[in-house]
């Protein structure tokens, strides 16, 4: 099982690979059932200039239209980064069963860092948590990322 982990947490990388190259924060994630894959996103908040445009969101929205219900029952996320508060909400109502999450978000992580909607809060659906897979692939891109774009914003305040 701890093979598998990983091999969603890579695919969910692969997606925020693709946020990356496109200035988006690079958040990836992927939704499982039955050991496939069934929805992938990554953020485009940016490019479509739309606050809702999370990983999270796109990929619970993709699942969705596949299964052709807003009921993602056995359905599980793995995502790079932990999730906000819009997307935790989503998470639960969306039914997942369980959430992987690659690294933490200590400035509006919604699953234990600034809260816990999952557990501070008696919702009629409870999302099981499992944290810091591939934490530290995880947490370089985003790192990385954040490197490079203050050299972008710097590089065009000199031209």
Not at 94 to 104: F, V
Request: charged share 35%; with cysteine; proline share 1%.
């Amino acid at each position: 099982m701890e093979e598998n982990k990983e091999k969603f947490m890579k695919e969910a990388l692969k997606e925020a690979k693709k946020a990356y190259e496109k200035l988006e924060i690079p958040v990836g994630a992927v939704i499982v059932k039955d050991g496939k894959i069934i929805a992938r996103a990554h953020n485009l908040k940016e490019s479509k200039q739309d606050t809702t445009k999370h990983a999270e969101i796109l990929a619970i929205q993709k699942a969705s239209r596949k299964l052709q219900s807003w009921r993602l029952l056995n359905c599980d996320m793995y995502v790079t980064l932990e999730p906000c508060s819009m997307c935790a909400g989503a998470l639960i109502n969306a039914r997942i069963r369980k959430l992987y999450i690659g690294t933490l978000d200590e400035k509006t992580g919604a699953c234990g860092s600034v809260l816990n909607l999952f557990e501070d809060y008696k919702f009629n659906h409870k999302v099981e948590i499992e944290k810091g897979i591939m934490q530290k692939e995880c947490e370089e891109i985003l790192k990385n990322f954040f490197k490079d774009l203050r050299k972008i914003k710097k590089a065009s305040k000199e031209i």
